[in-house]
């Protein structure tokens, strides 16, 4: 059994920040966590959910999607099986449901590409006020 968990959510003034975190266990990741791709995605209310950032297995490779414009930071901690999306400068189009997924591809052609993350968290909700 895999399990993400989001937390770090809230409602933020337009220019605050957020970090948001996300812990996996289960038989899945134990151990193995570095086995995995790991992403931030978030879905906003009525829109398809999208990617925001990916992180490769040992934290050298990165991708942004591109509205995140640098104000945005993943990062992994692969001991504690950890994953971290710090975000400055939130704007009222960052409210979302943020979500952590896992993907255990290779091919270095799916890494940004939503389909290839097979386990997700239940999200957690950033709200960011004008």
């Known amino acids: 059994q895999a399990q993400l968990v989001e937390s770090g959510g809230g409602l933020v003034q337009s220019g605050g920040s957020l970090r948001l975190s996300c812990a996996a266990s289960?038989?899945?990741?134990?151990?193995?966590?570095?086995?995995?791709?790991m992403g931030w995605f978030r879905q906003a209310p009525g829109k398809e959910r999208e990617i925001v950032a990916a992180?490769?297995?040992?934290?050298?490779?990165?991708y942004y999607a591109d509205f995140v414009q640098g104000r945005f930071t993943i990062s992994r901690r692969n001991r504690e099986n950890m994953v971290y999306l710090q975000m400055h400068d939130l704007k009222p189009d960052d409210t979302a449901v943020y979500y952590c997924g896992a993907s255990h591809s290779y091919s270095a052609s799916d890494f940004n590409q939503m389909a290839a993350y097979t386990y997700w968290g239940q999200g957690t909700q950033v709200s960011v006020s004008a």
């Open positions: 992180v490769s297995r040992n934290n050298d490779q990165r």
């Open positions: 289960g038989p899945t990741f134990q151990g193995m966590f570095d086995n995995y791709r």
